[in-house]
């Protein structure tokens, strides 16, 4: 059954760091997800991405978070110069269209010291 | 914008015995609904969800939940509880267009043996 994967698993990185984390979405799927959940917190939404732009994004994602689909296969989530509170589990999610339900990734867990 | 509360922060159950969970919603419109279950350090499985028609809704592992629009709720059940079963469960809720889903705080299940 087709996945969504998403690499590295634990990312460990210093403050003021720039980190990309990457995500390869289900290869039919058309709609890309970046959501992080902070230690013992909820999931949180933080952008939505289709047709090669943003659609929409929480106010947690601000200037220093950017996403890219570099090619027909990754997507990205960078943070340019990575704080202490973004230590989270970062998750990716793919769907097909409106409607279908979101594909999770395993996550990426993103230390930064 | 769309919002879920889950009254019950941990909940203890013995094994074989029943379950709910309970989530609300806010939406002014009918709202996609998801439940969500994550075991320690793993990502989010889909147990189930509502997008219309039937308003019982049955999912994987013996899950099931109702959506009730009068009383904004769309409770998680399940019938007998098994020790594996013990994870965190989350109720999500979504737009029309399933764009920027939103968690709720989540529900820690502890199942005695």
């Known amino acids: 059954e087709p996945e969504v994967t998403q690499t590295p698993s634990h990312q460990v990185t210093q403050m003021g760091q720039e980190v990309i984390l990457r995500c390869v979405p289900i290869s039919n799927h058309l709609y890309f997800y970046w959501y992080r959940q902070i230690l013992g917190q909820k999931v949180e939404f933080l952008v939505s991405?289709?047709?090669?732009?943003?659609?929409?994004k929480s106010e947690i994602f601000d200037d220093q978070f950017s996403v890219e689909r570099p090619d027909g296969s990754n997507f990205t989530l960078k943070i340019r110069s990575t704080k202490l509170e973004d230590s989270a589990m970062y998750f990716c999610?793919?769907?097909?269209?409106?409607?279908?339900?979101?594909?999770f990734g395993p996550g990426t867990r993103l230390t930064v010291t | 914008a769309q919002s879920v509360t889950q009254p019950d922060i941990h909940i203890t159950v013995s094994e074989g015995a029943s379950l709910e969970l309970r989530c609300n919603y806010s939406?002014?419109?009918?709202?996609?609904l998801f439940w969500y279950v994550q075991s320690p350090g793993q990502g989010l499985q889909l147990l189930l969800k509502?997008?219309?028609?039937?308003?019982l809704v049955q999912g994987i592992k013996g899950f099931e939940a109702e959506f009730k629009r009068s009383q904004s709720s769309f409770n998680l059940r399940k019938p007998s509880v098994h020790w594996s079963d013990a994870a965190e469960y989350f109720c999500a809720v979504a737009r029309y267009n399933n764009n920027d889903m939103r968690f709720g705080a989540g529900t820690r299940l502890t199942v005695k043996p």
């Open positions: 939406y002014g419109a009918t709202p996609y």
């Open positions: 509502y997008f219309s028609g039937d308003t």
């Open positions: 999610a793919s769907r097909t269209g409106i409607g279908a339900e979101q594909y």
């Open positions: 991405f289709y047709n090669n732009e943003i659609s929409e």
